[in-house]
């Protein structure tokens, strides 16, 4: 079971100590179950495995059952993007708290056999724990056919992407 440390308590003159999940639940992740939220310590980075826009993406473990995951890390200095929008923007806490946390509550919602899954968030820096893809991102699985400039027709990319 994931273990995760509250955030200290707000203090009001007038109403006294209220926690920060009855404030703003949703800055808090009150909204995303408790089980999901990790400690820092209790997962590894392994190897980087790439980098974007927001961020790098590593292959990882959780301590607690020895579990593979990927481990997307926000960072404050955005990566190169595929359309140059972000190249040497950067990204102030604010930018990455409201990206990340727009992402783990869509890959919450979302249960689809070909999205990999949330397993779980950890803060400081913010990070998504989500299912290692067993064969790899889909851009890496098509770059030999790119290299031998091999044109696959609708049928097989169908294949390449629900494999």
Not at 5 to 34: K, T, W
Not at 67 to 72: E, L, Q
Not at 100 to 126: D, T, Y
């Amino acid at each position: 079971m994931a273990t995760w440390c509250s955030l200290q308590p707000v203090e009001y003159v007038e109403h006294g100590s209220i926690p920060v999940s009855e404030v703003a639940p949703d800055l808090a992740f009150a909204d995303l179950p408790s089980s999901i939220l990790y400690r820092k310590g209790n997962i590894s980075k392994l190897e980087v495995l790439g980098s974007g826009g927001f961020g790098s993406v590593y292959k990882g473990l959780i301590e607690e059952g020895q579990v593979t995951v990927a481990i997307k890390e926000f960072s404050s200095i955005a990566g190169k993007m595929e359309e140059d929008t972000l190249i040497g923007h950067e990204l102030n806490a604010w930018d990455i708290y409201i990206n990340g946390s727009r992402e783990a509550r869509m890959m919450h919602q979302l249960q689809h056999k070909n999205i990999l899954s949330l397993v779980g968030l950890a803060f400081q820096p913010l990070r998504l724990i989500l299912e290692l893809a067993p064969l790899g991102d889909l851009k890496n699985s098509l770059k030999p056919f790119r290299q031998e400039k091999i044109k696959l027709n609708c049928r097989t990319l169908k294949q390449l992407i629900y494999q």
